[in-house]
């Protein structure tokens, strides 16, 4: 099985880490985000990697190379400019199109979820040309629980329930494609387009472990969490 993993972006948020590294060679508990993700999908089955690759893109290639040290076939596809999430796998589509099916996932990403599920969804609803994983919104901020003026407790950073959001992971056909723009972010121009059309799904996870890498304070937060684990994901 075939996923793809974004990793084009410049991570500014991460600076200085980003400034000789792009965001998915940041380490976290001693390795990379992106190792960390092909050594998660290894477990469900997939092989073959296409890395959509652009800012410092030489450390990448160098680092993960043919994918041969980690088990796994690698094949880059470069941005000679940043086209957005979007534009980005629209690059790729000479190599996708030739797939039945295709994982596609931010390289800022960490999980435990089962990606299988994804396509499970997509074989059940044959109108989907994509499926999106979700998740219950995490609050940024502890919950206070009030009855009649007194605090009766304390939730640290509640999962929302009732608010899913989009967990960066995606399971698609080769017919997802057409709405993909030559340039721009797929999630303002490709999955809305297929939400209006009706092709558009969504699987909702819960228990499980998720997180996006974007500050100092997630990469903390991600190392602790992924040592909890057992320092597997």
Do not use: C
Not at 96 to 122: A, H, Q, R, W, Y
Not at 163 to 189: Q, V
Not at 208 to 232: C, H, N, P, Q, R
Request: proline fraction near 6%.
């Amino acid at each position: 099985m075939m996923a793809v993993i974004l990793a084009g972006g410049f991570g500014k948020r991460l600076r200085p880490y980003t400034e000789e590294i792009p965001k998915p060679l940041v380490s976290v508990a001693e390795k990379p985000i992106l190792e960390w993700q092909i050594e998660w999908l290894k477990q469900y089955g997939f092989n073959e990697f296409v890395l959509l690759v652009g800012y410092r893109k030489e450390k990448i290639i160098e680092y993960i190379g043919s994918g041969g040290k980690l088990g796994v076939k690698v094949t880059y596809v470069v941005e000679d400019e940043p086209l957005g999430t979007g534009g980005a796998i629209k690059n790729a589509e000479h190599i996708l199109s030739k797939e039945d099916e295709f994982l596609v996932l931010n390289g800022d990403i960490l999980t435990s979820l089962n990606p299988m599920k994804l396509f499970e969804k997509l074989e059940e609803h044959p109108e989907f040309a994509a499926i999106i994983a979700s998740i219950p919104l995490p609050s940024p901020y502890g919950v206070l629980e009030i009855k009649d003026s007194k605090v009766t407790g304390f939730v640290e950073k509640p999962k929302l329930q009732d608010y899913w959001i989009n967990a960066g992971i995606y399971a698609m056909k080769p017919s997802a494609l057409k709405y993909f723009p030559e340039k721009g972010d797929l999630e303002r121009t490709a999955f809305p387009a297929m939400a209006r059309d009706g092709v558009l799904g969504a699987v909702k996870y819960t228990g499980v472990f998720w997180k996006s890498v974007d500050t100092y304070k997630d990469l903390e937060e991600a190392a602790k969490a992924i040592i909890k684990l057992g320092g597997k994901l």
